[in-house]
């Protein structure tokens, strides 16, 4: 129980990350209109391939002699950078029709 | 210094996620937007790569080849999959990406984990494995939300591309209850006890197959919805690394995603009229096995494409209600000519939008805007339904449980609830289908056998260049 509460305090900053974002991502797409839900959702799916940044801190921490954190990172990365990339793509391609709209 | 530059990559690429959310949320800025988050993303990824130093060791990144290899391979085969996907398929890619990040996570907590119980085994002390519980805690946490987003996705992808069928059997919702207790109860064990590493391989094993029970009861044409919550899911998973490394990006990004699509997916379910809970364990299987009992019989009446046209062609009002055989044979570009020729001949031509006709909701808006069709002429299904009774000819292209009486009528429909277009206000309905065949939910559809409407076979390209080819001549 203890350290649960060590672990909060020293987290803090990170707490009131989470409420805050929490408040603003809800605001911040609150009025969308239904034609924008399915590109939206895939620009969303884009922004949590962050977790990339996850896994190239993993991989780049790895020891140089430890084989199984070495594939298993190398995978991470590899689906993470094809999460952000193919995210971006696909929604840039949905959005590029309705270009030129008044 | 570095460290300093690092910390403004990352707070640069928090604005920048906002922001872009922000600006996807309206048309005038949707792609700007979406490029403002790429470019932030790219920052904080480039600034990780080169700038990142281990608290602890105060070492650089290494295993830079590793590293640059997988990003490469990683962003060539992303670009090249995105690419070349056809518009129709656009959902699945989504349900596909989103389920690579939900393994990604998953694949960081197993190698922290690793991390973790190596130094246990080690011989590290009692206050070591104290210290670590609350590690231990978020590294669960992103394995089994990952794992569960990573299955389900695949099975999401798996049901739109019909790979998948739809299964469900009496008690399958008490069953994933008792896998999902079951996984967190492990985990909570394996908190307590960090030193049984082995239990860890059974709670992935598990989260894997609870993600893939949770998907796989839901309905084909809810898929949309799925993918949104697991959209969301993942977005907590990446905020779980957030909490392991003290990133706070990928905690701005993790979070600001798993809200926004929550919230997401309610306004899906909303443009629905249904609520989230109806939508995963109302079990649209379940339902629709009693009402595929009840087929209707009776009698269609087919009609000619030079009959069709002419209706069309001496119409004051036609409204066009398209569906996802219009996706499915690419028709939108010969849609958006034959709507222009019936204007040049004094038609009012209109397009009645329904909020989850196709895959997704939106789906059409994005395929008709491709055909350059004009905004203003895409009616929402609010106001396409006060101007059905003025309409003489109604022509559905494709569409089929969106324009399902039984949706009213038939409490036992697994579609009971969900709003339509009212198409039978209208004067005549000349039906697009390739054949009788039921739609995506399964289920036959009553319209068809109504007295006012006819059926119009063929392939909904073909049949419209057809009629585009009668217009002309009349």
């Not at chain 2, 009229?273 to 379940?286: H, P, T």
């Not at chain 2, 209109?350 to 989850?356: F, L, T």
Request: hydrophobic share 50%; charged share 15%; proline share 3%.
């Amino acid at each position: 129980m203890e350290n649960i509460l060590t672990w909060i305090s020293a987290h803090q900053q990170l707490l009131y990350i989470v409420i805050l974002m929490i408040f603003v991502g809800i605001e911040v797409i609150g009025h969308v209109p239904s034609v924008l839900h399915t590109p939206l959702m895939s620009g969303a799916n884009a922004i949590h391939g962050v977790v990339i940044i996850g896994a190239i801190i993993v991989m780049g921490k790895a020891e140089t002699d430890n084989y199984l954190a070495l594939i298993l990172g190398f995978f991470a990365v590899l689906l993470g950078m094809l999460n952000v990339v193919g995210g971006f793509v696909v929604t840039d391609r949905m959005l590029e029709m309705f270009k030129k709209k008044k | 210094m570095t460290q300093s530059i690092l910390t403004i990559c990352y707070l640069l690429a928090s604005i920048t996620f906002i922001l872009g959310l922000k600006m996807l949320s309206n048309p005038l800025t949707a792609r700007k937007g979406n490029m403002v988050a790429a470019v932030g993303m790219t920052v904080a990824i480039l600034g990780t790569i080169f700038l990142y130093r281990d608290e602890e060791t105060g070492n650089n990144l290494h295993n830079y080849g590793w590293i640059f290899s997988a990003l490469i391979i990683g962003a060539i085969v992303g670009t090249l999959a995105a690419k070349k996907v056809k518009m129709t398929a656009m959902p699945e890619m989504v349900s596909l990406f989103n389920g690579m990040g939900g393994a990604c996570a998953a694949l960081i907590s197993i190698v922290e984990f690793l991390h973790i119980s190596h130094q246990i085994h080690n011989g590290a002390d009692a206050a070591y494995i104290t210290a670590i519980r609350p590690t231990v805690m978020i590294i669960l946490t992103g394995l089994i939300i990952g794992a569960v987003s990573f299955a389900g996705s695949m099975v999401a992808w798996g049901k739109l591309n019909g790979k998948v069928k739809d299964l469900s059997f009496t008690g399958q919702n008490i069953l994933n209850l008792l896998v999902l207790a079951t996984t967190i109860g492990l985990a909570v064990w394996l908190v307590v006890h960090p030193e049984q590493s082995w239990m860890m391989v059974v709670i992935l094993v598990l989260a894997l197959c609870y993600g893939i029970f949770f998907v796989l009861p839901i309905g084909g044409a809810d898929m949309p919805v799925v993918i949104s919550l697991l959209n969301s899911f993942t977005g907590v998973a990446a905020a779980c690394g957030g909490f392991l490394y003290d990133n706070k990006v990928m905690l701005t990004g993790g979070i600001l995603v798993g809200a926004a699509g929550t919230l997401l997916t309610i306004l899906m379910c909303k443009a629905m009229n249904r609520s989230l809970k109806n939508v995963l364990i109302g079990s649209f299987g379940v339902s629709a096995q009693t009402a595929s009992g009840s087929t209707i019989q009776g009698h269609h009446k087919e009609i000619s494409v030079a009959d069709s046209a002419m209706l069309m062609a001496y119409a004051n009002k036609v409204m066009i209600v398209p569906g996802y055989g219009l996706a499915v044979a690419q028709a939108q570009h010969i849609c958006h000519e034959l709507e222009e020729l019936l204007s040049q001949k004094g038609v009012t031509v209109k397009y009645a939008i329904h909020p989850v006709a196709g895959r997704m909701p939106g789906h059409m808006n994005v395929l008709l805007a491709e055909a350059d069709v004009d905004y203003e002429l895409l009616l929402e299904m609010e106001d396409a339904n006060d101007e059905f009774k003025t309409c003489d000819v109604v022509l559905i292209l494709g569409a089929n449980d969106v324009v399902n009486p039984a949706a009213k009528t038939d409490p036992a429909s697994p579609i009971y609830g969900m709003p339509i277009l009212d198409v039978e206000l209208a004067k005549t309905i000349i039906i697009n289908k390739r054949s009788m065949k039921p739609g995506y939910a399964g289920i036959e559809n009553e319209l068809f056998f109504k007295p006012k409407s006819s059926m119009l076979f063929g392939d909904a390209k073909k049949v419209l260049q057809d009629l585009a080819g009668e217009i002309k001549t009349l």
